[in-house]
Each structure stands twice: as C-alpha cells, then as structure tokens.
C-alpha cells in the first residue's frame, strides 16, 4: 500500500466560528484559585482577594515580530505566551492568567492552528496560568497573536521601574546576547535553504542560541530566588528590546545614571564564538540583542554580600547620580555614553 | 496668500517607537481609583479590594471587522472601546480599565494613528474608564487593534449565562437591527462613490442606522437601571453577532428552550422604512443584524411587575423547558426554529 504523506488540511471555514473557539479551546483548564470563571462567556470573572493585579499586554505580527519560515508554530504559540509573562515577572509579581486572541488569513488550515495552540497550551502549562478568554477571527494577511497576562502580588512585593538609587548595584540573570545570534543563524539558513532548497544544515555548534531565540524562558524563578534571599529589587525591567535600551527606561524613570561594565556582561561561551564566526563584536550584541527576556534589576549597596557568588545573578554595574550620565566602561577603561538604540542598530556598525 | 490645503503627513517613523508611545498616550490620566499605576512599567498594577475582576478582550482587523471607506477613525477608536466594555457590561459589572494595542502599516501617518487615540481618548473619557497599558507595533497590512477591558463587581452581582430557568422572561434593551441596516447604507454610499467620487450623499433619511453603525454605545447605564428597579437578571449576554445567535447561547449555557415573539421586537420606525427601502424583511435583521450592543438577558416571572412597562426594556419572549427547542413565534402565530447564522447569513435568504 502507498501512505498518503500529504498532511491533513482542514479549512478553518468547516468548523465555523464558535466550533473553532469550542475547538481550540477544550484542552485549557482551570488551575488558579484567583480564576473563578474562565472561557464561555461575555468576559472571565477574576478573585484576587487581598493581592494586587498586574497586567500586561502585546502585539505579535508575522512578517514584524516573527517569520514562519524558521519558527515552527508551536514554538511560537510558546513564545507568544512566555513573552507576556515575562512582563508579569519583571514586576516581581506571579502571572496567573492569560488571554489569547488569533486572527489567521484563510491559508493557515486547522492543522497549524492546532500547532500553534499545542504551544500555547505547553506554556500555560508550564508556567501554571490559565487561559481564561480571547478572541478567534480572520486576518486578510498573515498571523496576528495579541496577549494580556494578568499575575498577583502583594502590594511591598511590586517592583516598578522608578525605584532605582545612586550607588545601587546593576544585576541581570541568566546570559546576554545569544537570542539574537540565534536569530542570525537562522537567517543565514532561510537564505542558504532559498538558495538550495536540499540542503541539510548542521546545527549543532548553534543549539543554545536557536533555543534561546525559538523557545526562550520567562525568569518566574527569579522571584522566588530573591525572596529566599531576603532581597526586594529597588528597580525592575525585563530584556526584551535590549540591555541597554533597558538600563535607559530603568535611568530615565529613577532619575539616576548608570556605570556598566563591559567585562561584568555574561555571555555564553557559544555566543562568542558565533559572534566571532559572524565577525560582530560580542559586546555590541549583549548590549543591544534583545529578546533575551532575562531579567535587570537593582539592589541596595548592603545587599552585595546575599547576591554575591550566587550563579542566578551577575553584577554588572552600578548606578550613579543622574548627571554622570550611562556609560559603559570597556575592558581598556574607556567610558562610552550609551545609546538606545534596540537590536536593529546592530547591523549598522 | 495662497493656503496649503494639504493635509500634514508626518512618517511614524520620525518619532521613533517609544516617542509614538509617549505621543499617542501622554493624554491618558488615571481616575478609577482600582488603578494603582498605568502605562509607563512592564505592566500596570490594579487594586480590586474585595471586588471580583471582569476581563474580556476583543480583536479589530481592518477589512475584516471595519472598512476605512466609510468608517472616520474618531469612530473607529470610539467603536473598539465600547464594544469591549459592552462585554463587561453584559456581566452586569462595571467597566474600570482598557488596554489597546495598535498596529499599523506605514500607509497611516501620525495625523490618522492621532485620530483613532482621540475616539479611544473619548471613548475613555465618556465610560470612566483609565487607559493602563497596550502594545504600538507596525503590521504588514493594514490596522489592527486589540483591546482588554476590565472591570469590578461584588460577587453577587455578577450575571452569568448559565442561570436562565424555564419560564424566565426574555427582555432586551433599546431597539434591534438599526446597526446592520446602517452599515447596508454605508455600504451602498461607498458603490455609489466608487462610480461617481463626486455624488453629494444625502444621508438625513438615515441618520439613526448610521449613528448605530459608526458610533455604537455600550449599555452602562443598565446595570443602574436593573440595581434601582432591584432586579437581578438571572443570565445575560450583549447582543454583538444578533439577537438570534445570542439567545441560542443564552439558552445552551442554561440547557432551557425559548419562545421569542416577532410582534414583541422593539425595532425603530426608521429602521422599518429603511428596510422596506432595501427590500428586505425586517424581522430578519432585527433577529440577526448584529453589533446592536444593546443588552439581552432574563429575569424571574415574579419581577415582571417591575419592569413592566419600563420604556428602556422590552419583554420579547420567555424561556421555556430545553426540550421544546428555541422558537420565533411570528405574527401569523406559527413556530418557526431559529438559526445561529450570524449577520452573514441575512444576505443568503
């Protein structure tokens, strides 16, 4: 017998609207004590008692902010999920809840809207919020994601952006850097794959970057770290336009300026060397790579000695009086203003 | 002197995104007392006390759910709030908060993104509702809006779905199908100026459908209205794909059948006139036109002393036990079983 390796392409349109929300959305439960009602009707019914609500929200256009040609869609309902949350976690708080609205232009059959929301419901579960409401509907191009996480916190547990002092030490989780050079791989196969499209590339000097770029991590660790250390951040952000981007929005909202060490940054020992096979200058991208979704935080000067050592956390600067400006001071002891400039400017070195 | 009738186009990218971000939202100011802090950090931060949290959101795509032809953008951004807090208010709770996320493609200077925000801005403004959060991106194609909104109610004032019993009464608020006959007029307006761009379009006979169309109202004041007659409806639902598709929600949820009577339907002498004009039954569209946004819920026999002859309520029909199915009564006394077609379906008959 021949199988039929054709896959299976179910037109949205059979289902109809509300068969494809029913559909979609049969496999999320509800786990949050805070979720008293979830999908089914006009809007959700949430209980926080005594904690506080924190939301958050964002827009994900292909063609803007993903490409299908190397972001399988299941990684990318992942990701849609995990960037939101990651919001949620740079306020110190507990994401809880999520909704999810999906528009698809009609060449996106069943089938890959049920890749996209196996991702979505990995995530969910993975980081224990539940999918409460959302919206399904038709795009005239392309796909479009719109998220709003909601997490709890207790009102002291809040870490804003504002809180910031001079002398406060600069601190970031995790590596910098390898999500955009992740990004750059894959880009450099879309164009080899354009070329010949029979080519097998070989990954495997590339795996940390492509998974930090295809399946990154939201820091929810990250709270629960700093409170069995006893340490309130001052000021708080998540990395997703860029670290130095990011020191900017934490300076400007807590009027003080910031010294960053160019030999403090953490990066991957992959990293350097793709940046060295690429010819760009590593430190240029853990500056100003984004979608790292680490998170960067200050703490109090009498802080130093809990932080100090531990391998979740890297000094990496300090803050100064807002009139000494940002700078970063290279490994040759020269200090250079910082600009924002996001992950786009890299390519214009 | 000669004036320059042009008007100004200032390119998106000259203020770079979080200068647009700064623009579009630096007239937002917070006055719900539940909003701790607003745009401006990873995420907002809410305080409910012992309220319940309502969360819906909605997904807006250009082509899909609105045409630039006919629709101003003030509209455009007025329309997208109210509808979303029509679902909140379709809980019977009280809206609080929006977020809105934009995308746009680079077709739309700042001159239009300004009078989309001035509709949102207005649309806030006019329901009490802060402006929290939201996502500014570019898309490929087109205008893309999504909006979260949330709101607050005691526990025990929350109306579900789900609570229909056999024998409630069936009522709605204000009149049906006006919105669809005045998009059909705008409609035609748009054939007409596409074959001649300089026919003047007298609108004057048509005044009411198209206000219905283009600048929709959510129904806040009935959640007052039922507290001082002290009714609880015991399901609810707002009235956004028709009255039909609605009503078989209603009665799914609640597992209760229906008999809606056609000379009970509140429908508006302009909107009878309008469809003898267009040669279609009215009936049809006030049963399934949608984007109505008034409220459809249902209510104890015993409160129907209260309400009765209340002008902002109508009674159209009463549930009956599942098994006897979900009837249009019509005038002729005969039963016919209703359809969840949705307004598409109007243009088939």
């Not at 770290?225 to 006893?230: F, I, T």
């Not at 336009?241 to 910031?258: A, P, T």
């Amino acid at each position: 017998m021949i199988e039929d390796k054709t896959p299976q392409r179910t037109s949205i349109a059979q289902l109809g609207e509300f068969g494809l929300i029913d559909h979609l959305t049969k496999n999320f439960g509800i786990n949050q004590p805070s979720t008293l009602k979830g999908i089914g009707d006009d809007a959700a019914v949430l209980d926080f008692k005594d904690k506080k609500v924190v939301i958050s929200t964002d827009l994900l256009i292909e063609g803007v902010h993903f490409d299908l040609a190397y972001m399988p869609l299941k990684h990318l309902g992942y990701k849609a999920v995990v960037v939101n949350i990651s919001d949620i976690c740079a306020m110190n708080a507990k994401a809880t809840q999520i909704t999810v609205s999906v528009a698809v232009s009609n060449r996106f059959p069943l089938e890959a809207l049920d890749e996209l929301f196996a991702g979505i419901t990995h995530a969910a579960n993975e980081y224990k919020v539940d999918v409460i409401g959302g919206d399904t509907t038709s795009s005239q191009k392309g796909l479009i994601i719109s998220i709003t996480a909601i997490g709890e916190a207790d009102e002291e547990e809040i870490v804003y952006r504002n809180g910031a002092k001079q002398t406060d030490l600069l601190v970031v989780t995790g590596d910098l850097g390898a999500a955009y050079m992740g990004l750059q791989v894959l880009e450099r196969e879309k164009q080899v794959f354009q070329v010949n499209p029979n080519s097998q590339p070989d990954l495997d000097a590339y795996t940390y970057l492509i998974e930090r770029q295809l399946k990154p991590e939201a820091r929810k660790d990250v709270r629960t770290l700093l409170h069995a250390l006893q340490i309130k951040p001052t000021s708080m952000i998540d990395i997703s336009d860029g670290l130095s981007s990011e020191i900017m929005h934490l300076c400007k909202q807590s009027k003080v300026g910031c010294n960053l060490y160019e030999d403090k940054l953490p990066i991957d020992p992959q990293f350097i060397n793709v940046c060295e096979e690429f010819n760009i200058d590593s430190t240029t991208v853990a500056i100003n790579g984004g979608e790292d979704y680490e998170l960067l935080f200050t703490i109090a000067m009498e802080d130093f000695e809990k932080i100090k050592g531990n391998p979740n956390f890297t000094i990496i600067g300090h803050m100064t009086q807002e009139s000494e400006g940002i700078h970063l001071v290279t490994r040759a002891n020269t200090r250079i203003a910082l600009k924002a400039r996001g992950w786009d400017a890299i390519r214009e070195e």
